[in-house]
């Protein structure tokens, strides 16, 4: 088995070295540019264009849960022992606003080919959802985790990858807590491990009574600075979640998400009995992103944010990485770079190895030899992984940033 803890000096583009925080390293992907304003905006501003792209290959299905209904859509069967790349999009979002950006990138394209792709839209958030009857009651964060191993055996699935973004990374982290052994490996986009307080849940109140909810959500997905500076990005925004979701649904889906609690998970040897993700994780945040303070503890506030999630994780099996000028939603401004490292983490479980990687595996190349004999005896975890492609690799926790 292969392991990923070298240092690893990269001279095109590409710049890993060692951090401030155990395990902490850097890399720089600064080639790409962001969506900013005027920048292929107005393509998402197209509903047509944004929601229904590269669409014809999906198989929608409504599956029966021990907590309702449970739309999901599908390209692809089962390969083999391979795992299914299943997604859980954010609150205000749906598969469709959330993930066809980043699954229509031509470069993912190469890597879905490989994988059965599985998106699941949380009750009611789908397009063209009915609304809930008044009483009803949308279940919680647990019991949304609890709804996904009906979708696993619904469709003969042994194992999953989990790609989640916000309240989509949450109700994944819970689903692999409450069933590690359907979950082989979790890319974490902006997740906050914490629950509300008493002072959010105020603010949160107060919001709703001065905001309309699309304005709220955006405050969520998106920071001040993004609010203002990425105008056409964020009014796309304001107007697909406004006309596209149930606005009476998409409430009970944020009043849920506001009342979660914090996500129970300690790093191993840190408790008696600590629980944490057993299988290998990418987190991944926007620099600009809402949650980034969630996720990794900034130098700043260390001391305050020790109980953040980056440290809450096992850092042999764990990789951070900040992107540079991507905000709140890293998979629609930098799907690339996003592309580029979900493949990069693919390859370290054990699949895909001769898989281009384009700039990440040419500035790679010349290095990792060198590099081996420095870090060669770090910790090695078990992934799943079709033994035609070889064993999988260890991820230890990275920064990307720019």
């Known amino acids: 088995m292969k392991v990923l803890g070298h240092k690893i000096e990269l001279l095109t583009g590409l710049l890993l070295h060692d951090g401030t925080m155990a395990g902490l390293q850097e890399l720089r992907f600064p080639e790409e540019k962001p969506l900013l304003r005027g920048q292929d905006a107005t393509e ?18 409504d599956i029966e849960t021990p907590y309702g209904l449970l739309h999901v859509v599908i390209r692809g069967s089962p390969k083999g022992n391979r795992p299914a790349i299943l997604t ?20 993912m394209q190469e890597i879905t080919k490989h994988f059965v792709v599985c998106h699941v839209d949380a009750p009611g958030q789908q397009v063209g959802a009915s609304q809930f009857p008044q009483g009803y009651q949308f279940p919680s964060m647990e019991q949304l985790a609890a709804m996904l191993p009906s979708v696993v055996q619904h469709f003969g699935f042994k194992y999953v990858i989990g790609i989640g973004v916000g309240a989509g990374a949450y109700v994944l982290a819970k689903f692999a807590l409450i069933f590690p052994d359907l979950v082989e490996g979790l890319v974490l986009i902006n997740i906050d491990p914490n629950g509300k307080g008493w002072i959010d849940w105020a603010a949160t109140k107060l919001s709703s009574l001065t905001s309309t909810l ?27 979640i406004g006309n596209v979701v149930n606005q009476a649904n998409l409430q009970l889906f944020w009043n849920m998400y506001n009342s979660r609690r914090d996500l129970d998970i300690n790093r191993p040897g840190t408790v008696p009995n600590a629980k944490t993700l057993r299988c290998p994780v990418m987190l991944v945040v926007g620099d600009n992103a809402p949650a980034e303070e969630g996720v990794v503890p900034v130098p700043e506030t260390a001391p ?25 939603l890293p998979q629609v401004t930098q799907p690339g770079k996003l592309t580029e490292a979900f493949k990069y983490f693919l390859q370290g479980m054990g699949y895909m190895p001769s898989a281009s990687m384009t700039r990440l595996a040419r500035s790679r190349t010349s290095s990792l030899t060198s590099a081996s004999s420095v870090d060669g005896s770090r910790p090695q975890a078990c992934t799943h992984s079709d033994s035609s492609e070889g064993l999988g690799q260890v991820n230890h926790t990275m920064e990307v940033s720019c």
Request: aromatic share 12%; net charge negative; proline share 2%.
């Open 44 to 61: 998402l501003e197209n509903s047509d264009t944004f929601l229904l792209a590269v669409d014809t290959d999906w198989k929608e299905h």
């Open 88 to 107: 859980y999009h954010d609150v205000g979002l749906n598969h469709k606003l959330c993930f066809n950006t980043f699954f229509n990138f031509e470069d």
């Open 214 to 240: 699309p304005d709220t959500v955006l405050s969520h997905l998106f920071r001040q600075e993004e609010l203002v500076s990425n105008t056409e990005l964020v009014q796309s925004y304001r107007q697909q």
């Open 304 to 328: 305050i944010l020790q109980v953040e999630c980056n440290s809450k994780l096992d850092p042999t099996t764990t990789t951070f990485l900040k992107m540079a000028d991507s905000g709140g």
